[in-house]
């Protein structure tokens, strides 16, 4: 299955937990049907992943933008990680623990 997963965090309260199926993994006949739902998935849809994408959010007084910004660029995938494709990224390790669909309905 082709789960999504949400991280969510505000001070020392953190959340992980799956939160449902990309549309792009389902038939569009498992899509929303309210239009303006719909019309949200397409104006995110990118080829070739579709709504598949990562966001990161950050809100806060102070923030140190550059060293924020180069600790995440830390953890992009290399070039040779990159290059590998979804076949290779499958050999990464997953930090994450697995989602289920029975979390992902609760």
Request: aromatic share 10%; with cysteine; charged share 30%.
């Amino acid at each position: 299955m082709d789960l999504t997963g949400l991280w969510s965090q505000a001070g020392g309260s953190a959340s992980c937990e799956g939160a449902g199926t990309w549309y792009a993994a389902l038939p569009k006949d498992e899509w929303p049907e309210e239009e303006e739902a719909r019309a949200q998935i397409q104006n995110d849809w990118l080829e070739p992943w579709g709504d598949r994408r990562q966001e990161l959010v950050f809100i806060g007084v102070g923030l140190e933008e550059a060293a924020l910004r180069r600790k995440l660029d830390a953890a992009l995938l290399t070039k040779k990680e990159l290059d590998a494709g979804p076949k290779g990224w499958r050999k990464l390790r997953d930090p994450f623990p697995a989602w289920t669909d029975d979390e992902v309905a609760a």
